[in-house]
């Protein structure tokens, strides 16, 4: 039991890492359609900028945080500009600017290569190292804070999406792209600032993630894979359905390593198994988008 | 136009270099160097290569091999063992008259395809997989690597005293971390030490939490870890802190590189892990003195492997008196050198007509201070 | 010329060719037509017929590792072992197809993804049958009739394989079943109105490149003697891709050009400048799909155009 509930935090803070990147996925994929791979890569070039701002720079860590996150808000929007932009104004099928994302993460990941040699480098803890018991739960500060920033964070996209008029933009376009820009709804710019927010949040799962597994140029793909089939399996219809996805394949993963009666080799495998398993039975993910409510 | 006159100043200046080249009273040797600069095996094949580089530069300061300069012919193979073996086949057709292999294990595997066909000597002074030379009976190959059998012998000799009677097994999924678990627990049930429980922590993993309970529900004396991917080591080693574990820990010689100490601050003391490198031997302190000299950095035991290599292959091809293949063979099967990897007065050897040439008893355990690599604490398997 | 004809001088001379290499431009010569085989049967798959799965360079590594497990540990000779393991594709490619046709796009993309992660997984546990992390070796080629094929005589064997794989889909692409897997890429329903079968199209087509895959992975397996799992890894499902991607999907030429640009840049980049090369392959290849979204056939033919 205690081990259950100590696992319990460990699963959920990795399943919020793993919704932080599907929700990426999700404000890029609502307006402009486009599955942007490259969220993993962002997350990496977050970890590395924490390490940058607050350990080499010295910068406290809220003051650092806040100017890696606008420099990914920037990297998101040129991204967007150089690699998807000229495509979508060509008319060219979706699955190029896809494919031209595919190229930018090995861009990136090969810039951060080369800056950075193959050596894995020390991200900063906000909290510090340490282990925190609340009653019978128990697990790391970091694990505690993750958990507690990536909730703030899906209150706030909850709150845009579904309060706000500019949020209301977001899913107009999602729902109808020309008639989005019928009533005057600015599509490039919609889908900028999706690639602008959808960079600073992969960064932001970087830097929550990269004090435990430390910034190397490798950390990218397992980030980006793990958090599609959180979205996949969430659906792409809500907000709520990244968190529900993440937290699903998290605890999948960890009770199977934990609990299930397997040679561990195997044991990697059953997620991917039930990830089959789960396309086959329900392809549109748990959460269904809702009506024409909007 | 313009362009066309540049193109022809380009051939010309071309066609007077071949002419240089072949001016030159002697031919350097030519040594081939197949490592990894964009693959799985950079990070331990970058220092290698540049162990490599320095020890052929220091070489060639000291009047080169058979009073000729030793050129060294560095090929990338991009982790990829089959462009690797296409690599040894164009080392070869350039005249290479020794081959080193920097890369993957399998890598190394797949380029004694070519080396044996060509009969053209090969030697992996890094990799430490002991299939490579059991898979294929190739007398052209040598691997002075420190084998995955000697690390775990080694390090049961060192804790024998302790009475160890069922140990947890740890490793990562990388191919390279498979092999070494492999010869892990064969060595540990070997020696009538149950394996109660064995983990992998996959890479890319985000914790190692799950792992490290199912360990510490199986109560073990001891944990051995295998892994050789240092994130996922790092992962393993917080949890084992965060859960406030006290079974001792004892690893490969993955946790030998210098990198935990910055990235596994605060979590390794007490630590012991099998190294093939001992700072306080005069051979490593000379080493490190002229490679700061020279380059300007301290290196470590990666660069020490690379440093080794090339020195062994520079004495086989010095022995045999020319670079006829045949005769390197004869000369690197009757090696019999001290370099600056292994324990104090450690030499390589083949003898027996083994091509594994690191003396299984020259293998040393050593304690981390704090975050500092301490001193050896025991040396071999007895 | 008469088509016949024609396929008989590219047989020759693409033979030709082996005799007049050194051993390492052979070599890479060998490698590279297994690549381009490779390309031709992935760009049916997913130029022609629409499917992105990330299961065809898995489909090869199970032909090389069922060939070599066949012939040596259960003993069969060499033309049953090529059958066995072919029938064996065929059966896990109808397994992994049957249910994915159910799926559009990307599920079925991540479906093959995770068919090749688990691939690896059972390689590297396979204990004594697939050689674990080390890989099967030290075996060669069955003498055949008392005929053992080295060499260049081997890369013949490779020439004819590639020849006859892509004389086999440019026959398949102008036929009936060709024009049925184009319909149901550009529009599964109207392909369905027009009384195509969707499903059992995508299931034959995914099937029959599967087992093309494995038969040229059954090639590989003696070209250098050994099978590893990390020859096998993830990221050559997604060099096909981009080889299909930058030659111009659905157009046999361009599968052909972009397998040799993207398999041979690497080895001419690698001596001028190093480790960039992997950071220009990246720049190369966004470039590529923003200024020429056809891909090389395309840009070929806009120069054509040009110069008529």
């Keep these: 039991m205690r081990d259950l509930l100590e696992l319990a935090v460990s699963a959920s803070a990795t399943g919020c890492v793993y919704a932080l990147l599907a929700l990426a996925y999700l404000v890029m994929i609502r307006p402009t359609g486009i599955i942007n791979f490259a969220v993993g890569e962002w997350a990496m070039v977050g970890a590395f900028g924490a390490f940058l701002a607050v350990t080499k720079v010295e910068l406290p860590y809220p003051v650092g945080v806040a100017a890696v996150l606008a420099c990914m808000f920037v990297v998101g929007w040129a991204t967007e500009r150089i690699a998807v932009r000229p495509l979508v104004r060509a008319g060219a099928p979706l699955l190029a600017p896809i494919l031209a994302l595919l190229g930018m993460l090995v861009v990136f990941r090969e810039s951060v290569a080369l800056a950075f040699g193959p050596d894995p480098y020390p991200v900063p803890y906000p909290l510090g190292f340490g282990r925190l018991e609340l009653g019978p739960l128990a697990g790391s500060y970091q694990s505690f804070f993750i958990i507690g920033t990536t909730l703030a964070t899906f209150a706030l996209a909850w709150l845009f999406f579904e309060r706000t008029l500019a949020g209301k933009c977001f899913a107009a376009v999602a729902i109808d792209r020309r008639a989005a820009a019928l009533v005057g709804i600015d599509r490039t710019r919609v889908a900028a600032l999706s690639f602008a927010a959808g960079a600073v949040i992969a960064a932001l799962a970087g830097l929550l993630v990269g004090p435990n597994v430390s910034a190397h140029y490798l950390m990218g793909v397992p980030l980006a894979i793990q958090g599609f089939t959180a979205l996949v399996i969430g659906g792409v219809g809500r907000v709520e359905g990244a968190l529900l996805g993440g937290l699903l394949l998290a605890f999948a993963e960890q009770l199977t390593a934990r609990y299930a009666p397997l040679p561990p080799g195997y044991a990697q495998g059953v997620p991917l198994a039930l990830l089959m398993l789960f396309l086959l039975v329900r392809p549109t993910g748990l959460l269904a988008e809702r009506g024409a409510r909007a | 136009m313009k362009r066309c006159k540049l193109l022809i100043g380009a051939l010309a200046l071309g066609a007077t270099g071949i002419v240089a080249g072949g001016a030159m009273a002697q031919d350097p040797i030519r040594i081939g160097v197949i490592t990894d600069k964009v693959g799985p095996a950079r990070p331990y094949a970058e220092p290698?290569?540049?162990?490599?580089?320095?020890?052929?530069?220091?070489?060639?300061?000291?009047?080169?091999?058979?009073?000729?300069?030793i050129e060294l012919l560095i090929e990338d193979d991009q982790g990829r063992p089959d462009i690797s073996a296409a690599m040894a086949r164009k080392l070869v057709d350039a005249g290479a008259a020794f081959i080193l292999s920097l890369s993957l294990t399998q890598a190394t595997q797949q380029q004694q395809t070519v080396t044996m066909e060509t009969r053209t000597p090969q030697l992996t002074p890094s990799n430490s997989g002991d299939?490579?030379?059991?898979q294929i009976a190739n007398p052209f190959?040598?691997?002075?690597?420190?084998?995955?059998?000697?690390?775990?012998?080694?390090?049961?000799?060192?804790?024998?005293?302790?009475?160890?009677?069922r140990v947890a097994l740890i490793s990562d999924n990388s191919d390279l971390g498979q092999l070494l678990a492999k010869f892990f627990r064969a060595g540990l049930e070997k020696s009538g030490i149950q394996v109660a429980i064995e983990e992998v922590v996959p890479r890319g993993?985000?914790?190692?939490?799950?792992?490290?309970?199912k360990i510490r529900a199986a109560n073990p004396d001891a944990m051995f870890m295998a892994g050789v991917l240092t994130p996922e080591n790092v992962l393993i080693l917080k949890a084992y802190r965060q859960f406030g574990l006290k079974f001792p820990i004892h690893s490969s010689y993955n946790l030998?590189?210098?990198?935990?100490?910055?990235?596994a601050k605060g979590l390794l003391d007490g630590i012991t892990f099998v190294d093939a490198y001992d700072p306080a031997k005069p051979e490593v302190k000379a080493f490190v003195e002229a490679y700061e000299k020279a380059k300007g950095k301290t290196p470590y035991?990666?660069?020490?492997?690379?440093?080794?290599?090339?020195?062994?292959?520079a004495d086989a091809i010095g022995r045999a008196g020319s670079t006829d293949?045949?005769?390197?063979?004869?000369?690197?099967?009757?090696?019999?050198?001290?370099?600056?990897?292994?324990?104090?007065?450690m030499k390589y050897r083949f003898p027996d007509g083994k091509r594994t040439g690191f003396d299984p008893e020259g293998m040393v355990v050593r304690v981390y201070e704090g975050d500092r690599q301490g001193r050896v604490v025991h040396v071999g398997t007895r | 010329m008469k088509p016949l004809a024609r396929w008989l001088a590219a047989a020759l001379v693409l033979s030709a060719l082996a005799f007049a290499l050194s051993s390492y431009h052979n070599d890479v010569y060998r490698k590279l037509l297994l690549w381009v085989t490779l390309a031709l049967g992935y760009n049916f798959l997913f130029g022609v017929a629409g499917q992105v799965a990330f299961s065809h360079f898995a489909f090869y590594g199970i032909g090389a590792y069922s060939i070599v497990i066949l012939t040596f540990q259960a003993g069969l000779p060499l033309p049953l072992a090529i059958v066995a393991g072919v029938a064996l594709c065929v059966a896990v490619a109808l397994a992994v197809a049957i249910p994915s046709t159910r799926l559009e796009g990307f599920y079925l993309a991540l479906a093959t993804l995770a068919l090749a992660q688990l691939f690896i997984v059972v390689l590297n546990e396979g204990g004594a049958v697939t050689g674990g992390a080390g890989g099967l070796a030290d075996y060669r080629l069955p003498a055949i009739l008392g005929v053992r094929v080295t060499g260049p005589w081997y890369t013949v064997v490779i020439v004819l394989l590639m020849l006859g794989t892509m004389a086999l889909l440019a026959r398949l692409d102008r036929s009936w079943f060709g024009r049925a897997c184009r319909a149901v890429r550009d529009s599964p329903e109207a392909a369905a109105a027009m009384g195509v079968n969707v499903a059992r199209t995508k299931v034959i087509a995914f099937t029959l490149t599967s087992a093309l895959a494995a038969v040229a992975g059954m090639a590989y397996a003696f070209v250098d003697n050994t099978v590893n799992p990390p020859i096998f890894g993830l990221e050559n499902a997604f060099l096909l891709l981009f080889m299909v991607i930058i030659g111009g999907a659905g157009r046999q030429a361009g599968a052909i050009a972009g397998a040799v640009a993207l398999y041979l840049l690497p080895f001419v980049l690698s001596p001028l400048i190093g480790h960039h090369h992997a950071l220009v392959f990246g720049v190369l290849m966004v470039a590529a799909i923003l200024l020429q979204p056809r891909g090389l056939i395309g840009l070929y033919d806009a120069l054509r155009r040009r110069a008529a």
């Design chain 2, 48 to 69: 290698i290569t540049e162990g490599v580089v320095y020890g052929a530069e220091e070489l060639n300061r000291r009047g080169g091999v058979l009073g000729r300069k």
């Design chain 2, 131 to 134: 299939t490579l030379t059991t």
């Design chain 2, 141 to 165: 190959f040598w691997q002075t690597g420190p084998l995955g059998s000697t690390q775990i012998a080694t390090l049961l000799s060192y804790a024998r005293a302790k009475n160890l009677k």
């Design chain 2, 205 to 213: 993993a985000t914790t190692a939490e799950p792992q490290l309970q």
């Design chain 2, 256 to 263: 030998s590189v210098p990198q935990y100490s910055t990235v």
């Design chain 2, 301 to 313: 035991n990666l660069h020490g492997y690379g440093y080794d290599g090339i020195r062994l292959v």
């Design chain 2, 325 to 345: 293949k045949e005769a390197v063979r004869a000369a690197m099967q009757a090696t019999n050198f001290a370099g600056v990897m292994g324990a104090q007065g």
